[in-house]
């Protein structure tokens, strides 16, 4: 069965940088789209960054460009968010999300989740 | 594309039917998913293009609508089914409501 599983959350200084990771199995991870979602405590969800299955598109929402960057290693099977210059609103849970469609653009909705993986920036 | 769920709460008891509306700033045609998410758990997919159910959703759920404005609605609510619920839409990015709890009357 699909089984995302996040990793490299903690707690980090403003001004730091954290690089997260999402382990993929059970699909054939080169074919998706894949983004990375956040939930600050006690808040809804908020997509920040999305890549196409073959690597080449990439989206990301205004609250984090320039500081992030969403890479893939299909050799891995594995996700990657960058987050750089870490600000206290970044405070989250992080989840990564496979798109529906194989293959394309993205622009599906998330049909498989992670379990999340939470960043606490503070001082 | 903002998202705006109504109410941000409901108290319902078990085995009453329930309706959640969702309402987009701007047309997203058919291209909105309901999630279902539980304290401590990651979202899960209940409803995808409006009103397909996701595999392994019980037909007790059922959506509709098109355009801006769309519901969710549970034919008999089960003990399982209290938690809080999102829209998304993602005809132009991917943007989600601010969710509505379904809570124990």
């Known amino acids: 069965q699909v089984r995302l599983v996040e990793s490299g959350g903690g707690i980090v200084q403003p001004g730091r940088s954290l690089r997260l990771s999402c382990a993929a199995s059970?699909?054939?991870?080169?074919?998706?789209?894949m983004h990375w979602v956040r939930q600050a405590p006690g808040k809804g969800l908020e997509a920040v960054a999305v890549?196409?299955?073959?690597?080449?598109?990439?989206f990301y929402a205004d609250s984090v460009k320039g500081r992030f960057t969403i890479s893939r290693d299909s050799s891995k099977s594995a996700l990657y968010l960058q987050m750089n210059n870490l600000r206290p609103e970044d405070t989250a849970v992080y989840y990564c999300?496979?798109?529906?469609?194989?293959?394309?653009?993205?622009?599906?909705?998330?049909?498989?989740w992670g379990q999340g993986s939470p960043v606490i920036v503070s001082s | 594309i903002v998202m705006t769920q109504s109410p941000a709460t409901l108290s319902v008891s078990p085995g009453e039917r329930v309706t959640l509306s969702c309402r987009a700033s701007?047309?997203?045609?058919?291209?909105l998913a309901w999630y279902q998410q539980k304290p401590g758990q990651a979202p899960r997919l209940f409803i995808y293009?409006?009103?397909t159910r996701a595999t392994g959703i019980p037909a007790r759920f059922s959506g509709s609508g098109s355009g801006t404005e769309f519901t969710l609605s549970i034919s008999s609510l089960q003990s399982e089914d209290f938690a809080v619920y999102y829209c998304?839409?993602?005809?132009?990015?991917?943007?989600f409501g601010q969710g509505t709890k379904v809570e124990i009357k």
């Open positions: 059970g699909f054939t991870f080169s074919s998706y789209s």
């Open positions: 999300a496979r798109e529906s469609v194989m293959g394309g653009s993205p622009g599906s909705y998330f049909q498989h």
């Open positions: 293009d409006a009103s």
């Open positions: 701007q047309s997203v045609s058919s291209k």
């Open positions: 890549l196409s299955y073959d690597g080449v598109k990439k």
């Open positions: 998304q839409q993602y005809h132009n990015w991917w943007t």
